[in-house]
């Protein structure tokens, strides 16, 4: 027997539903929403296993004439910026991009931006040199923040870049 809990959260008309707590479930969510997405837009969207470093989905045109590499950060919350791991420098190919998703809870759904990794590593590497130097030559976490772009990040998504080429 399924508890009422486990039962309430596939319940579409549970106004409390909140995604699992489990970091690794929300990742595959977010991998897989965007394949999804890029899918229903007529590419294929390839998921590679798990812990391949850097790359989380190759995305291809039918043709075969056009590919790219995305790496997919996922958050459960409404947060404006996305940890990127070490070796966020190593990975700003031409064809290199990250997608970023954020929970929003009103509307059950993730929020998807898309920005190339080149510009990614650029914006983390200048926060990171600010950061250390606020506190003073501490190591600090590199991380994308949003700055006043968000929404130019969201349309890129929607209108332009690697669900349109």
Known sequence: MVSKVAADRFDVDNDEFDPTLNKPLIGAAGVHCVAAELSLRGLIALPTIRNTAGTDIV??????TWFANLQVKTSRSRLAFWPLGKHFECWTGPHDYYVFLRWLKAQRTFEIFLESAKAVAERADS???QEKARRGGLAWSPCFHF?????????KWMTSGIGHA
Do not use: C, Q, Y
């Not at 995305?59 to 075969?64: F, S």
């Open 147 to 155: 700055k006043s772009d968000a929404e130019r990040l969201r349309r």
């Open 127 to 129: 926060t990171l040199k």
């Open 59 to 64: 995305v291809i045109n039918p043709a075969g």
